[in-house]
């Protein structure tokens, strides 16, 4: 098992940028694959970023050139870095792992509780 805990989210205007955190703990083996996801009000949970065990880095369309996905195995944390904020940007934000790469998709086994993202114009 593994435990995951997003922080970092908040407030911000356009433009601007936040920077999340997802600290995982328990077996931390299981995050050979991790990745950020957000749902937005009345809209499905879709991929943001994903890195693999290897570091290959996979971004969605909507967010490449502005958000960037990184993480630190000593320190057993996932961070998203976002910039250049859109209003389309506010959704909560969750952060996955699993022993098994699905990349952008919805398989993972382990989330976290989310963290609320609000780009207001």
């Known amino acids: 098992q593994v435990q995951l805990v997003e922080s970092g989210g908040g407030s911000v205007q356009a433009g601007g940028s936040l920077r999340l955190s997802c600290a995982s703990s328990g077996d931390t083996f299981t995050n050979d694959y991790m990745a950020w996801f957000r749902q937005a009000p009345g809209k499905e949970r879709e991929g943001v970023a994903a890195v693999d065990t290897f570091g290959l880095i996979t971004y969605a369309d909507s967010v490449k050139g502005r958000f960037t996905i990184s993480k630190d195995s000593a320190e057993n944390t996932l961070i998203l870095q976002m910039d250049s904020l859109k209003p389309e940007d506010t959704a909560v934000y969750y952060c996955?792992?699993?022993?098994?790469?699905?990349?952008?998709?919805?398989?993972?086994?382990?989330w976290g509780q989310g963290t609320q993202v609000t780009v207001s114009s």
């Open positions: 996955a792992a699993d022993r098994v790469d699905f990349v952008l998709s919805t398989g993972y086994a382990f």
